[in-house]
């Protein structure tokens, strides 16, 4: 499934965005459009737009309200990432520099993950 609009339109994509620019200058997502076309093609492969898989990852305590990720819901996360980069077909430095461009989609929106657990 692809997602509904541009995939530059989604807040989620718009923080990732957000945070590259200050960490690295410039505009990383224009000048290394296979982010994008990274995190569009996961989202096709799992059937949810950005912004849902982050909703995904999150929960509410039922006491509070405060909102925390899910460990569980994170992992889930860590293996479908896990199962597209298989899928892809590639190897070596390019299936890393995929599974690097969606870490840091799900890191710069919260979701702490390394590629330790990909």
């Known amino acids: 499934m692809k997602p509904e609009q541009p995939i530059e339109q ?3 994509v718009a923080a990732w965005a957000k945070g590259l620019r200050e960490q690295w200058g410039g505009d990383p997502l224009a000048e290394e459009p296979e982010k994008l076309e990274a995190l569009s093609a996961f989202c096709e492969f799992d ?7 982050l909703a995904f ?6 006491e509070t309200g405060v909102r925390f990720v ?3 819901r994170r992992e889930a996360l860590a293996l479908q990432v896990r199962a597209f980069r298989e899928a892809s077909g590639l190897s070596g430095t390019e299936a890393r520099r995929l599974t690097s461009n969606l870490l840091s989609f799900f890191i710069h929106n919260g979701i702490q993950m390394n590629a330790g657990t990909i």
């Open 57 to 62: 990852c999150f929960l509410r305590r039922k």
């Open 47 to 53: 059937g949810r737009d950005p912004d849902e898989l």
């Open 10 to 12: 989604y807040e989620s």
């Open 70 to 72: 899910s460990v569980k």
